[in-house]
């Protein structure tokens, strides 16, 4: 059985304080969500540590949005996956279409990230998903294969199964244009097939692959209920505790 996962992507949005009423409200209604369903809140960094505090106990899971290729030393203003680690947090986001697009994060650092992640035992989130343009020409698949194969096809089978997926069409993030359930399915299928190749069908059947990208309380029971999604990746509705557990109630 794949694990079901729900993560909330908060970006670069709320105060520390804000933040916290935040995350005490998602504990707090999480109770209604089943064990089964894994809950991680990704704050900003500034957060995090307090975060992980007011989590202890509870099945709420914390993870950061990004961590730095190097494991320590010169690199001012990077946060390293050790450090991450160090404060208790257990997941970290790798290569969000933000980080790719505004930071020039490629597939192959996207590698030494995961590395990095592998390294400290935090479970990368390896983002994925194709352009707008992209979509239109069809080369789609193409595009995802080649992020796939670059990013992790270096890893052993045993760092694999240490690795969620998140297939994020760039298209639809913070656009309200959510893929359709079938777009979704369709390429959630394919990173398994493509894994399958590489890994073996028992490892790709094993990787959570959670679809990203105007997640919300409204689409999400249609998108989740397709066999090859095995969860979220939701940025927008997890500011709103209420929409973020919702959400994690749609499977
Ligand atoms: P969105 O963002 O849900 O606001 O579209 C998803 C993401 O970027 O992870």
Redesign the pocket.
């Known amino acids: 059985m794949r694990k079901r996962i729900v993560a909330g992507?908060w970006?670069m949005n709320t105060s520390q304080p804000e933040g916290i009423e935040l995350v005490k409200s998602v504990i707090e209604k999480s109770i209604v969500v089943p064990k089964a369903i894994e809950l991680v809140i990704i704050p900003p960094f500034t957060h995090l540590s307090e975060i992980v505090k007011l989590s202890k106990g509870t099945s709420v899971k914390v993870g950061a949005q990004n961590c730095a290729e190097w494991s320590k030393g010169a690199y001012t203003g990077e946060v390293s996956a050790a450090m991450i680690s160090s404060i208790g947090a257990t997941h970290v986001?790798i290569g969000?279409?933000?980080r790719r697009e505004f930071f020039n994060e490629d597939n192959k650092m996207l590698y030494r990230k995961i590395k990095q992640a592998h390294e400290s035992n935090l479970i990368p989130i390896y983002?994925c998903g194709e352009k707008l343009k992209e979509r239109e020409s069809g080369n789609f698949f193409e595009v995802v294969e080649k992020q796939i194969s670059e990013s992790l096809f270096e890893l052993s089978k045993e760092q694999m199964l240490q690795v969620v997926i998140?297939y994020?069409p760039v298209w639809?993030?913070?656009?309200?244009k959510?893929a359709t359930s079938q777009q979704a399915q369709d390429m959630h299928a394919f990173i398994r097939f493509t894994l399958a190749k590489k890994f073996g069908k028992d490892i790709a059947d094993s990787i959570s692959i959670l679809y990203?990208?105007?997640?919300?309380p409204s689409n999400a029971e249609e998108i989740f209920a397709r066999p090859d999604v095995d969860g979220?990746?939701?940025?927008?509705?997890?500011l709103v505790a209420d929409d973020f557990i919702t959400i994690a109630q749609s499977f």
């Open positions: 992507n970006k986001v969000h279409s933000e983002c998140a994020e639809a993030i913070g656009t309200g959510n990203g990208g105007s997640c919300k979220g990746l939701i940025g927008g509705a997890s």
